[in-house]
């Protein structure tokens, strides 16, 4: 045996870390996302919420999406590099397809234009056609995420926004209604899991370097099955990170009009995993799971634990709104 591991070698093609940690922040009304990493940010803007069908004229909801893009620009007034970039479907002929994301850019980086100031900006724009989707042409609401247009601010000074902080992504406007029951997450509310009373709470999230740290618990009286989607976010959100579905993808921070999605990382084998814990199997009678998760930093005093639930033909996605939840210093 010492003789084996004398002789073993380390295979170098293997990453084992570190692994660069990400966050998506979603509106409320799925309009747009927005990526922040050390050196840019990226943000996806609907095509249907931008256009009508077929068409490059910016529609009279185009302006308020691309607010959250203002501001993103408006926090580096030494500019940078703007790469605005058109996405279609596979619905046409490539070149048809090729042609209608160039016009679609282009009314959107003009349009940007009109809305802030761009001269610090060293501004390209093209069109991709349907070359990049985000996910396969496989149904409706899937080439409905690839009509798309992708914005990439790349800042000659990162540091610029950074006083900003976690403030400066979204949120600033009407929070929707919650889908299920909502109460103070301390205190816990009542939910039901396949027709089984059970409690759910989050009694506080520690801040940390950046990035809220949270426990989720669930306790049940009875025993129960757990559905294995339970606690996993709706599928057009899930399938833009390809995430596993077991994972407790669905507990979302909801500030104003702004959805903080889990964080998560990019594996060795190139697969999306997030740093939240997993609910499967059967809950005994008095059981309580603890489901740890991670999310970026909201910049406020207390948060909103929001799971949008949406039950499809894989079974029960669990809604709830947990309110009130206090942010203690790490």
Known sequence: MTAAIADAQIDESIHSGPFELNSLVVAADRSSDTEKDDASTTVNVSGDVLFATDSADLS???????????????????????????????????????????????????????????????????????????VANDSDENRQLNRRVEIVLTPADPDEGAAAGATSTGGSG???????????????????????????????VTRHEGYLIGTVTI???????????????PHDLLFIRMWSSYATSGCTLLKGDSRHLVVDFMNSDEDSVVLAGYISGTMKADDVRSLPVVWPDTGEDTV???????????????????????????
């Open 304 to 330: 909103i634990m929001d799971m949008i639930g949406e039950d499809d033909a894989f079974g029960q996605h669990l809604a709830v709104r947990l309110t009130d939840i206090p942010v203690v210093d790490g």
């Open 174 to 204: 009407d929070m929707p209604d919650p889908k299920g029951p909502a109460g103070r997450g301390p205190d816990g509310v009542d939910i039901e899991i396949d027709g089984v009373p059970a409690r759910i709470s989050l009694a506080s």
């Open 60 to 134: 009279d909801a185009a302006d308020a999406v691309l607010a959250s893009v203002v501001e993103q620009l408006e926090l580096h007034p030494s500019g940078g590099e703007l790469a605005v970039t058109g996405h279609t479907d596979d619905v046409s002929t490539d070149a048809h397809n090729q042609d209608l994301s160039e016009q679609r850019a282009k009314a959107v980086s003009d349009r940007l234009g009109e809305l802030t100031d761009l001269s610090a900006w060293e501004t390209s724009v093209s069109g991709k056609g349907e070359s990049e989707p985000r």
């Open 219 to 233: 306790a049940s009286k009875q025993e129960v099955s757990v559905p294995p989607f339970l606690m996993e976010i």
